[in-house]
């Protein structure tokens, strides 16, 4: 039922402003990770991608809206569809090791979830071709949402099997993660969010809370906001 959906691509952009192209991450087919209650991780990422998206348009930075409709399965083609943006940001939720996750009943459902890990974490990779930038604009995210209350996961790190993605900013929860395939074929400046860990019982029902996702997408926009190249003005400064 293709037609119940918005269509792949949407844009909004401000004239002389730069453009984020904004990724939804997973589709319908693999729809990401499972929340402690049972919730499809890419249903998370659409609505925290819409409110980035209005967050950064509030702020005068030109949005692209990529994969909302759920049929984006080709990862290289989200990346082409975002050439003219002047950033790709891809949007997710969190899980952990699969040797963490402990069983309880929601729903009368038999769900797995695990407390340990809270928290937001960033990623760049060393093979994207704007990496200075790329590390800039995570780091500037990961600051205004330390800023806004939130705290980076760290567990990423930790060396152990899955994880060993080395910090790249410890301070502001952003890792290398060299070979995830949207941050290396991104012909931008590329950072991928995981916003919260939705495995966690406490952390999932506070980053489903409409609140809590304003709050992040508002601290994700001022990041980029700072971040970007400046908006020109008609006599050609830098604001
Ligand atoms: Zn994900």
């Keep these: 039922m293709r037609a119940l959906f918005p269509p792949l691509l949407c844009v909004a952009v401000s004239a002389g402003a730069a453009t984020v192209a904004i990724d939804v991450g997973h589709f319908i087919e693999e ?104 590390l800039a604009c995570a780091s500037a995210m990961g600051e205004a949402l330390r800023g806004a209350g939130f705290s980076p996961s760290l567990y990423h790190a930790d060396p152990i099997p899955g994880e060993n993605k080395p910090f790249a900013d410890r301070r502001n929860g952003v890792h290398y993660y060299d070979n995830l395939v949207v941050l290396k074929t991104a012909g931008t400046p590329a950072v991928l969010l995981e916003a919260g860990v939705i495995v966690n019982r406490d952390e999932e029902l506070k980053v489903q809370s409409e609140e809590v996702r304003r709050r992040i997408a508002a601290a994700v926009a001022d990041g980029l906001h700072r971040c970007l190249p400046g908006r020109r003005t008609n006599a050609g400064a830098v604001q």
């Excluded at 994969?67 to 952990?96: E, K, M, P």
């Design 31 to 134: 729809p990401g990770a499972t929340s402690a209650r049972g919730r499809p991780e890419l249903d998370f990422n659409r609505e925290l991608a819409a409110d980035i998206e209005s967050a950064a348009r509030s702020r005068g930075v030109g949005t692209l809206l990529i994969g909302a409709d759920g049929f984006a399965s080709r990862l290289t083609q989200r990346t082409a569809d975002a050439a003219g943006a002047d950033f790709f940001l891809s949007v997710h939720h969190d899980s952990v090791q699969p040797h963490f996750l402990e069983t309880w009943e929601f729903d009368r459902v038999e769900r797995l979830f695990s407390d340990r890990y809270s928290g937001f974490s960033l990623f760049v990779s060393r093979k994207n071709r704007a990496l200075a930038r790329s």
